[in-house]
């Protein structure tokens, strides 16, 4: 004779559920403001504009050339980034001042064509 022993198993349901509401924040940070416009285009009228940039020391300007190749060779001073020597046309080209002073430049394409840089 065997007895057969029920043996019951109590399944404890331990419903963890974890909620799936990840809060997204709606409130994104504003996009910092433009940087300064510190750019002189090197123009196919052949003038350089605006003729004089103030710009703080530190700061970065952009020096744009049309479709008619220019250059840009600073007058030899302390301070003075590198000439953009050559015949450039349709580029953009970055030059750093990091020192106060008054930066004079002249295109030797076009003697003509000078402007300058005012670094405060
Ligand atoms: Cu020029």
Redesign the pocket.
């Known amino acids: 004779m065997f007895r057969f022993t029920t043996q019951l198993v109590f399944v404890s349901l331990a419903g963890a559920l974890l909620g799936c509401g990840g809060g997204y924040g709606s409130m994104a940070p504003a996009p910092p403001p433009p940087p300064p416009g510190n750019t002189i285009a090197?123009t196919n009228a052949?003038v350089f504009t605006p003729a004089t940039l103030r710009v703080s020391a530190g700061q970065t300007v952009t020096f744009t050339f049309g479709s008619i190749?220019?250059?840009v060779f600073f007058a030899t001073q302390a301070g003075a980034p590198a000439d953009i020597s050559g015949d450039n046309a349709g580029v953009s080209i970055d030059r750093q001042f990091t020192a106060p002073g008054t930066y004079n430049y002249t295109?030797h394409?076009?003697p003509s064509?000078h402007g300058s840089v005012v670094v405060q």
């Open positions: 090197a052949i190749g220019h250059n295109c394409i076009h064509m």
